[in-house]
Structure formats: C-alpha cells, structure tokens
C-alpha cells in the first residue's frame, strides 16, 4: 500500500473545474448607512429575480436577499452603498460546584445600591439560542417572553419534533437564571429568550441576526450566544452585529467554540472584537485514568456525558470490540471493551456492550485528536473516549490487564475548547474562561449534565447580570475589564503539557484566565480593554504602541505602578512611570514594545503585564507576531466513519482560507477522475468539520483523494487514500 500511494504522489492528477451552484442562496447584505424598505427594494430591482427577505435596522444596516449566487455577486458591484455580501453560514449549538468555583455564591452575600442582595434582579438576558421551556418550574418565576426567530411568531419553545428535539436553550437558561432545584449564577435575573435555532439545533446567519436584531429592539441588559461555527475572523456579519450592540449598551456574550485543542479554531460569533468571547474550563473533577502494564504514563479517559461514574474495582482483561456491533462484542462479558468511533452511535455502541457483558467501554476516535460525546440514555456501565493515537496504541498491546486511576482536577483548560488568535486581527480570544465541563442545568422536563463552551458562556453572561446589578453605570467595557482584570490564568498539569514544569496556558488559549466573580464585582480599578493587541511586526516596522485607559471606580485614591516584564534578548518595554488617581479618575497611558527581529525570532510572543493598582494586581494579556507564519492553504486532513450508519466525516484545517475548496476522488490505478466528494467556495481560515451522508458518498470503493485549497492564485493539496464502504 505504501508503495502504491509513493507511485500516486508521482502522479499529476488533474480534475475538472469545480461545479458553480446552481440553487439559490441567501446572503446578508451590509449597507453603509440606514436604508428605507423602498431604498432597499430599489437597490436590488436592477438584479434580476432577488427576493427581499428581511432588513436589519439595530443588529447592523442591512438586509439579506434570496436569488442565484451570481445575481448577488453582481448587486454586490453594482451598488455604491454595499459595503460587504457574506453568504449564509450555518450556526449550531456549542454545549451547583461550578457556580462556587467563579465565586457566584460566595456574591450572595453582597448587596447592592438598594441593599438588597446580589441575585440578578432588575437584569434581563437574552438568550439566542434554540428557545426556552418556560413551562420547567426552575425557569417560570424568571421567564420574560421571548420570539421565535424559526417560525416567526411569540412563542420561543424548544423544539419537540421527535428525532430533532432540542434542550440546549433551556440547558443554558438554567446556567444563568435557574431559580428552583437548582440555583443558576443570577437567580432572581429576567430571561427573554430568543429562537434562533430550530430542529436539531441548527439555524443560519440570517436567523440569528434577526434574534439580535430584536434583542436590541427590546433592549435587553445582556444577551447570551451559546452558538458558532468553525470561521475564524473577525469580520463575519453577526461578529459584527455584537460590536454594535456593545457600542449601544448591551454586554454581549459569546461562546468561543469546541473545535480546540488546536489554535486558531475559535470560531464566530466568538471573534467578535467587543463581545466578551469564553473558553471553557473544568470545576473540581474525579477525572479517570487508565493504568497499563509497562507503561509508565497513565492514559487519560474523558467520560462522556450521561455515563455512569468510573469506579472500577480492579483490574480487567481489555478487549478489542470493533466497532460495537453485537457481532464484534461476543468476548466482552467481564473486561473492557475498546471500540472505535463511528458507524453506530455512542449510545448504541454502550448498550450492545452492556447487554454483551462488559464491564467499561473505551471509545477511541477515528480522526486525529480527542473528542467530548453526550449518550442519548443512561448506562449502566461507565463509557468514556479516548484519543486515537491512544486507542491505536491498546490495540498493539492486546492481550493486557488495565486498572483505574482517579485524579482530582480543578480549574484546567477544557480540551475541546477553541483556541485563538483571531486570524487578521491577531487579537486575543477567547478572552476568558469559564466552567464548561460536566455543568448540571435545566432541560425540558428535568436536569441533565452537558459540556462545551455553551455551558461556560451562559456563566459569564450570569456574572455579567451580578456586576450589572452591582454597578448599573458600568459600561459593557468596564464589565469586560472586571471580568478580565480580576481574572486567575490557569496553569496546565504536567499530564496536559507534557512537561515536568507546569506553565501558564498561552494567552490566546486563556485570555486573561477563569473568572473570579467576586473578585470583579469588588474591583476598584478597571484597565480598558482588558487585553493588549500589538499587531503584526514587519522588518520595516519594529516600534508597536498602545493606548489604554484606567479608571479609578473607588471612592479614594490609587497609585498605580507596573511591574517590570521578564527580560528577554530583543524586546524593550516602554511602560509609564508610578502615577496617582483620585476618586473616579480616569488616565490614558500609552505602553511602547521595542522589537529587534535579528535578535528576537519567535514568530508569536504573549504574555502577561502586571499593573499594581492599590493593594491590588491586575493582570494584562497581551501578543504581538512577529510575521504571518507561511502556512500551507491545506492541511490535517482525516477522513473517517461517521457516527450514523453508513455516514463518514472528515476534518480539514485551511490556515489561510481558501476560495475556493475541494475533495476530488480518482481511480487509484488509472488516475482518471471520478467525482467531486465534496466541494466548497469562499471559506474563511479555521478547521473544518463536515458528516456526509451515505447518500451523497460514491460507490463503495478505494479512491484517490485530492484534498485541495486555493487562494490568490495558489494551490495547495494533500493527496492520500480513502476507503468508502456502504
């Protein structure tokens, strides 16, 4: 096999252009100032056979518009008072000891203004997303209204198709507000929830716009995305929408994404500059690890959600399962059954092992990296995931006794969370933490535990309505910068950073850290904004300078003074001598770096300033990059079994984005085209994640897969071997 695919590489493979669409689309259209309903109609009249669908008045100037791609392509040159045409992109979801571990309980004792205690009350949050259950009794005293984006009328419901129900908004609702069995971060907040999402959880650009759009409308305090894709930049329309609402009053908060452990994988809405874009991290765990034979390293099991805890007594014979089928368990009773991901799902996968017998599953992944699942019922064995190189790795060692470890974790950085920085803007996100793992809330008809940084979100955007009710003439910048300011950055194990020593997690992994909500409330100096950005250097521009503000909140006088950075070989700080504020004074102060690149030759340099304001220490993230790394237009392409029967999925990672993208497949022997598995156009830098269906996958066979990308004239590709089995 080797030899055949070393005489394929050899090979030019050429494939035809890739197909144009042909179905309509849609597409969200930014004006460069306010536009009347007949301004609008009169701007596309002159393009043949556009629909007017809906016109955004507070979320952004514009409107999004139905036709053929390239009608839009030309109202888009035509027309001097368009400023940008994004296509439609597709949103999905992202998913008691967690509200100690940021400090919200320990809030319950502050009062505010008025002398009464820190809950939420007079806050309302808008929470976007795949609608509420207003009927659970956690939720009904705190319940606001809402509007439904999907089917377009006043009655946000989660969706109850069968096979496409949805929790994930009530889920997230509960994490803010949940007043009841279990207490969310704001208890006494207002919730007004915004159906965004529809069946399955899905919804696009336009849908979501049309939430925000009406969130403005209503004026809520703070609003909550729990949703993204896998676009990383920064000038996507609904990035953009959440910077004009925090320029109109409103704390927007947005989850950063599950597409970690690599960087630049955070995703929007979550690269919105101004928005408050969170990461998640774990509160207090048991965390299981598996102890093997000759093996001096333990291999670290991430228990999927709704499996029964780890607990094994002693130690098991590890079996191969296969897939999971009942064919492939028929050794299973009494060991540990290792399967891989794919053809079934991970509930399946666990009740054929329980039914055969089995003590624990392991399911290892098929693609690269690790994965985070949820089981559709409860087991009665434990089930956990591993990584692929480790469950390749069982494998070789079969036959082997196993036993389990528990490790008590706290405050790590969740695995799964998406990394920065922003591509273009080189900002740092996400710019805070918070728990995403394992968080107990509110779903339609009772509890449930989930995990992503859907859950972590919703914790902010809590905090958010606790430091509002504080402090009601706080800006959303200034809420921000408590968060960020008063921020713990994380430190990783030696497990997670393959290190004897342990270190700080890079700044655009953790922003400023895991929030300490206390901590933030009780601020009584603020540093706007709360990361710093020095851009991109070049040879010919080695002198960077920011400007930030601080504030004195309190009501006496402050010294302010920074400590001074770690040396290092190539780079000068500039930061302002030791300066008193008065009682809510404010101070612009400018920081200069100095960079010699003959000297200093690291492509990406971030840190942490440290400002000593009072008795206290607020700590500054900041990264500058030396030059844009040349990365190739393609790479870390994996093609598996999907998690339905007769699916398969694949991952593929464009650092620079791409015009237009592709999976060609060729017959391995004559090289000779096939067609097109799949085909993409205009894809913004970041990785993409994609399941086909058995129905739009070829015949059964092994193909030659050409895995290319282009840009400004540039192609890149990766050519590799793929079995497709139906």
């Not at 689309?25 to 009169?42: F, G, N, Y």
């Not at 984006?149 to 949940?178: C, F, R, S």
């Not at 206290?616 to 079994?641: C, H, T, W």
Request: proline share 6%; with cysteine; aromatic share 6%.
């Amino acid at each position: 096999m080797k030899f055949l695919l070393s005489l394929l590489l050899a090979t030019q493979l050429y494939h035809p252009a890739i197909p144009k669409p042909t179905k309509d689309t849609i597409a969200i259209v930014i004006l460069d100032k306010p536009h009347t309903q007949e301004e609008i109609k009169k701007l596309i009249q002159p393009s043949k056979h556009l629909k007017l669908r809906r016109i955004f008045r507070e979320a952004l100037d514009g409107f999004s518009v139905q036709g053929r791609p390239e009608m839009i392509a030309l109202l888009a040159k035509r027309q001097k008072h368009i400023v940008h045409v994004s296509p439609v992109h597709e949103y999905r979801v992202q998913t008691e000891e967690s509200v100690k571990i940021i400090g919200a309980e320990e809030v319950r004792r502050f009062y505010d203004r008025d002398n009464k205690r820190l809950t939420g009350k007079g806050v309302t949050v808008g929470v976007i997303d795949t609608g509420v259950d207003y009927t659970h009794p956690d939720l009904k005293p705190n319940y606001s209204g809402g509007h439904d984006l999907v089917d377009n009328d006043n009655d946000p419901m989660e969706t109850t198709d069968p096979g496409k129900a949805t929790i994930h908004g009530t889920h997230v609702a509960g994490v803010i507000a949940a007043n009841g069995k279990i207490k969310g971060v704001a208890p006494e907040a207002k919730i007004v929830a915004y159906r965004a999402l529809g069946p399955g959880g899905g919804g696009t650009t336009e849908q979501v716009l049309a939430a925000l759009d009406q969130a403005m409308k209503d004026k809520v305090d703070i609003v909550n995305l729990s949703l993204g894709n896998n676009i990383n930049g920064p000038d996507l329309p609904i990035s953009l929408a959440l910077d004009r609402a925090v320029t109109k009053g409103i704390v927007a908060v947005a989850a950063a994404g599950n597409s970690g452990p690599k960087v630049w994988t955070v995703g929007s809405p979550g690269t919105s500059s101004k928005a408050i874009s969170v990461g998640a991290s774990t509160p207090t765990l048991l965390v299981p690890y598996l102890l093997i034979e000759g093996r001096r390293l333990p291999l670290r099991i991430q228990p999927l959600e709704g499996s029964t805890d780890w607990t094994l007594d002693r130690s098991y014979d590890l079996v191969d399962g296969g897939l999971g089928r009942k064919k492939d368990l028929r050794h299973a009773a009494g060991k540990v059954v290792l399967i891989k991901r794919g053809g079934l799902t991970f509930s399946e996968k666990a009740k054929n092992a329980q039914e055969a017998g089995a003590k624990a599953v392991l399911i290892y992944n098929n693609v690269a990296g690790s994965f985070l699942g949820n089981l559709e019922a409860e087991t009665a064995i434990p089930v956990g995931s591993l990584t692929k190189k480790d469950g390749e790795w069982l494998l070789k060692q079969q036959p082997t006794l196993v036993r389990l470890l528990i490790k008590k974790e706290k405050d790590q950085l969740a695995e799964f969370s998406s990394r920065g920085p922003v591509t273009g803007t080189w900002e740092i996100k996400p710019d805070i933490l918070a728990p995403g793992v394992a968080i107990n809330s509110t779903i339609p008809g009772g509890y449930l535990s989930l995990q992503g940084t859907s859950m972590a979100a919703p914790h902010v955007a809590g905090a958010c309505a606790l430091i509002k009710q504080a402090h009601p003439d706080w800006t959303p910048e200034q809420i921000k910068a408590a968060l960020m300011n008063t921020a713990q950055p994380l430190t990783a194990t030696s497990e997670t950073q393959q290190t004897k020593a342990p270190a700080h997690y890079r700044t655009y992994e953790q922003g400023a850290g895991r929030i300490q909500v206390a901590e933030a409330i009780q601020a009584e100096s603020l540093v706007t904004p709360g990361s710093i950005r020095f851009d991109k250097f070049s040879n010919s521009n080695h002198v960077h300078q920011v400007k930030l503000q601080v504030h004195n909140v309190s009501s006496r006088r402050q010294r302010y003074s920074f400590a001074i950075p770690a040396h290092e070989d190539g780079l000068h700080w500039r930061l302002p001598f030791s300066f008193i504020l008065g009682p809510k004074q404010s101070k612009v102060i400018t920081i200069r770096l100095t960079v010699d690149p003959a000297v200093f030759k690291k492509k990406i340099h971030d840190g942490y300033l440290r400002l000593h304001a009072g008795s206290r220490i607020l700590s500054l993230p900041y990264l500058y990059v030396l030059e844009e790394p040349g990365y190739p237009r393609v790479m870390g392409f994996d093609f598996a079994m999907g998690d339905h029967p007769g699916s398969y999925r694949y991952e593929v990672y464009l650092p620079g984005g791409a015009e237009e993208f592709g999976i060609a497949l060729f017959n391995p022997e004559s090289y000779r085209f096939v067609a097109f598995l799949d085909t993409s156009t205009r894809l913004k830098k970041g990785l993409i994640s994609k399941e086909l269906p058995a129905a739009e996958l070829p015949p059964s066979g092994t193909y030659l897969a050409k895995v290319f990308a282009k840009k400004a004239g540039k192609e890149d590709y990766i050519e590799t071997l793929i079995t497709i089995l139906k």
